[in-house]
């Protein structure tokens, strides 16, 4: 059983601790018989004594329940083009208000994010936005939609559910960049918030997931179906091929084919290049060639629109009609040049309708970056 409401009604699920608006009480966990509480977000499960903090750091026990630690809190903002969560379908060439936190529920000995990721640092959370003033902050600046990303989410689901919600009141998209590495009950409550998500699918091999993560891939294949199945979200998948541990061909084509048959050949698969970080440097930098390999083995599996990232590569960049082959949207890193949609989202030249979320015409933020501070200094 896992505990929605407190035993403590003077401390309701979402109030914050005394004197602390960034601490707040959570939801999902459940005491056991050795007088540890059990965390019921992610399959991790920490069972933590007083006092204890569990692997990602920011979310802790402290009395008889479970705390938030980093509610409101961020380790900066950043107006990037949607194009780089990765997401090619959803809202091409508009500006996403970008955000993380600190800490994760997985523990890749490859992040490419690990000085966010990994931080048990306070001030890597110098930033301070609550929900409503990140919302209006997307709208003042042209922002089409907020991105919860550079650490996972799931670690802060409170602050990411509540924010996409104030969102929402503006007419303001939410945007997950995720591991997927959640249990049922929150799955539900994370994905009902959100308008588009990007899931890694790291390896289709529960060894890796064991030996490089410290997680398993089950629960991640469970919300890749889960969103699919039971959401209206769009999805985009990001597969970070590392050479060696996850590039084989007899992998890519199980997971090729797993992705067509369970969640349809539209999806869109993004194959990207991994760069030597953080506590893994036995494997070199990701080959072009090896990209081109994995989408050809994606297309022949049937999959209708994969990519690659990461690397210079117009032609894996862009976006082809399924119908006639026509050019739909060019993409030369992160900049839009040609565009082949109609005002409905189809091909121009056959008619062909392109899956994802599209408006009459693309967004012009170009590759753009940039920093932007928006509340107070902690
Ligand atoms: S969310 Fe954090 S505390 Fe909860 S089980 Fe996962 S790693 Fe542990």
Same mark, same amino acid.
């Given at each position: 059983?896992t505990?929605s409401?407190p035993?403590d009604?003077?401390t309701p699920?979402g109030s914050?601790g005394?004197?602390?608006p960034?601490r707040?009480?959570?939801d999902?966990?459940?005491?056991?018989d050795?007088?540890?509480?059990?965390c019921?977000?992610?399959?991790r499960?920490?069972k933590?004594?007083?006092g204890q903090?569990g692997l990602c750091f920011?979310?802790?026990?402290?009395?008889?329940?479970l705390?938030?630690?980093?509610y409101?809190?961020?380790?900066g903002?950043?107006?990037?083009?949607?194009?780089?969560?990765?997401?090619?379908h959803f809202l091409?060439? /508009?500006?996403? $208000?970008?955000?993380?936190t600190a800490?994760?529920?997985?523990a890749?000995k490859f992040?490419?994010? !690990?000085?966010m @990721?990994k931080?048990r640092?306070q001030?890597t959370?110098?930033?301070?936005?609550?929900?409503?003033?990140l919302?209006?902050a997307?709208l003042r600046?042209g922002?089409r939609?907020?991105a919860?990303?550079?650490n996972d989410?799931v670690s802060?689901?409170?602050?990411?559910v509540?924010?996409a919600?104030a969102?929402?009141e503006q007419g303001?998209?939410?945007v997950?960049?995720?591991?997927?590495y959640i249990?049922?009950?929150?799955r539900?409550?994370?994905?009902?918030?959100?308008?588009?998500?990007n899931?890694?699918l790291?390896?289709?091999d529960?060894?890796?997931?064991?030996k490089?993560c410290?997680g398993?891939l089950?629960?991640?294949?469970?919300t890749?179906q889960y969103i699919?199945?039971?959401?209206r979200v769009?999805?985009?998948? /990001?597969?970070? $091929?590392?050479?060696g541990e996850?590039?084989?061909?007899?992998?890519l084509?199980a997971?090729?084919h !797993?992705?067509? @048959?369970?969640?349809?050949?539209?999806?869109?698969?993004h194959?990207?290049?991994y760069?030597p970080d953080w506590?893994?440097h036995?494997?070199p930098?990701?080959?072009?060639?090896t990209l081109q390999?994995a989408?050809?083995i994606?297309?022949?599996?049937?999959?209708h629109y994969?990519?690659?990232g990461n690397v210079?590569?117009p032609?894996?960049?862009?976006?082809?009609c399924?119908?006639?082959?026509?050019l739909l949207?060019?993409?030369?890193?992160?900049r839009l040049?040609?565009?082949?949609?109609d005002a409905?989202g189809a091909c121009?030249?056959?008619?062909?309708?392109l899956?994802g979320v599209?408006?009459?015409?693309?967004?012009?933020w170009g590759?753009?970056r940039?920093?932007?501070?928006?509340?107070t200094?902690?």
């Open positions: 059983m505990y409401n035993s009604p003077s699920t914050p005394a004197g602390d960034h707040i009480a959570v999902y966990w459940h005491p056991l050795d007088g540890r509480l059990q019921d977000l992610c399959p499960l920490c933590l004594h007083e903090r920011v979310r802790e026990r402290q009395g008889d329940r705390w938030l630690t980093s409101g809190r961020s380790s903002f950043c107006i990037d083009p949607i194009e780089k969560k990765p997401l090619n091409p060439g /508009t500006p996403v $208000l970008s955000f993380g800490g994760c529920n997985l890749c992040c490419q994010n !690990w000085d @990721s931080s640092e001030d959370l110098a930033e301070r936005a609550m929900p409503a003033e919302a209006d997307a600046l922002c939609s907020v919860f990303t550079y989410p802060f689901l409170e602050y990411a509540d924010t919600a969102c929402r303001v998209r939410s997950a960049v995720t591991a997927g249990c049922d009950r929150p539900e409550r994370l994905f009902g918030a959100l308008d588009a998500a899931v890694d790291k390896a289709f529960e060894r890796f997931y064991y490089l410290g398993h089950k629960p991640v294949l469970e890749l699919v199945r039971e959401t769009w999805l985009e998948i /990001t597969c970070l $091929l590392i050479p996850n590039d084989s061909d007899a992998e084509d997971l090729c !797993w992705v067509a @048959s369970e969640l349809g050949a539209d999806i869109p698969l194959f990207t290049a760069h506590k893994f036995s494997a930098p990701t080959p072009g060639s390999r989408r050809a994606a297309r022949q599996a049937g999959l994969v990519y690659t210079h590569d032609e894996g960049g862009s976006t082809w399924q119908g006639c082959g026509a949207i060019e993409r030369d890193w992160y040049g040609h565009w082949g949609l409905r121009s030249r056959c008619g062909q309708r899956p599209f408006e009459a015409r693309p967004g012009d590759a753009r940039q920093p932007v501070r928006l509340v200094q902690a």
